[in-house]
């Protein structure tokens, strides 16, 4: 059971990947996107909503596994937050480009309250941020949208 937690929490291996680990985690998180974006959008937030409890215990267990807060391995956090960062986000090449490259800013930047929400304990701390990250690449991206129509 233990592995298949560590296999999980490092986002099936792609958080094992040297040097970038939450990049690579986020792609993973893209493909997430991509497999819920047609979701009707209450089953969408509700997967986001049960996705953040789900997720914090697995980056417990993956914490106690590596023996340190935030392990650079654990990616889980990145992968279910994505979909967040996408939330009403049309898909196309630009967006999904966009969308990434702004979550990775926001998450390695880590904004206010990111670092406040960081020091939550038993891995709400690693999801919390992640999500923080996620909200502000959404707004980012409807703001984007609103001032030069992007989403076309």
């Not at 047609?38 to 089953?43: G, K």
């Not at 939330?87 to 090449?93: D, F, I, R, S, T």
Request: hydrophobic share 50%; with cysteine.
């Amino acid at each position: 059971m233990k592995k298949w937690i560590k296999w999980i929490g490092t986002g099936f291996g792609s958080g094992l990947v040297p040097r970038f680990p939450g990049s690579s985690g986020t792609l993973v998180g893209c493909a997430l996107w991509w497999f819920m974006k047609d979701l009707p959008l209450e089953i969408y937030v509700l997967l986001l909503i049960i996705a953040f409890p789900a997720g914090a215990w697995i980056c417990s267990q993956n914490e106690e596994f590596f023996g340190r807060k935030d392990a650079p391995n654990i990616v889980i956090d990145e992968i279910l937050a994505f979909p967040l960062a996408m939330l009403l986000v049309p898909p196309a090449p630009l967006t999904v480009l966009l969308g990434y490259l702004v979550f990775r800013l926001f998450d390695i930047v880590k904004p206010y309250p990111c670092k406040r929400v960081e020091a939550l304990p038993r891995g709400y701390g690693v999801m919390a941020d992640d999500y923080v990250a996620a909200l502000y690449t959404c707004l980012t991206l409807h703001g984007l949208n609103f001032l030069v129509p992007l989403f076309v």
